[in-house]
């Protein structure tokens, strides 16, 4: 059973490499948009996918380590399945809480922010980036 000690540090690491991808990714969207003349929709796609495999990269090294090799295999696949679920279900639930209670966006993006966080974290603790079993012989 993993300590609250371990779980609190892993989320404490997982937060600044959230902080980490958001400042990353702004100073790389407002190069392709400002600099680069590149279309808006299309550099934030290209910079969300950029931003996952670096925080895939930093998650899987510095805060979760579930193996000894980095893997782009399955695992990744994974990680990014369960962005794009984040993604449907913040929308989700921003729609759901802006026309329910008149909320302006912004604000109830903010009120949002820590379910997302929980929810990327516990899914890529427990499902995505998961430690590897030692295989019983």
Request: glycine share 6%; charged share 10%.
């Amino acid at each position: 059973m993993i300590r609250l000690k371990t779980l609190a540090a892993q989320f404490s690491k997982f937060t600044v490499v959230g902080g980490l991808n958001f400042l990353f990714t702004l100073v790389l969207f407002y190069l392709s948009v400002v600099v680069l003349h590149i279309n808006h929709l299309i550099a934030l796609v290209l910079v969300s996918l950029i931003g996952m495999l670096l925080t895939y990269t930093l998650n899987y090294y510095w805060v979760f380590k579930p193996s000894e090799k980095v893997t782009f295999g399955s695992r990744l696949a994974k990680y990014i399945g369960a962005g794009l679920v984040s993604v449907g279900l913040n929308v989700l639930l921003l729609h759901l809480l802006t026309s329910s209670t008149h909320i302006a966006p912004f604000y109830g993006q903010l009120l949002l922010i820590p379910f997302v966080v929980l929810f990327n974290f516990f899914t890529a603790r427990l499902w995505s980036l998961r430690a590897e079993q030692p295989s019983v012989p």
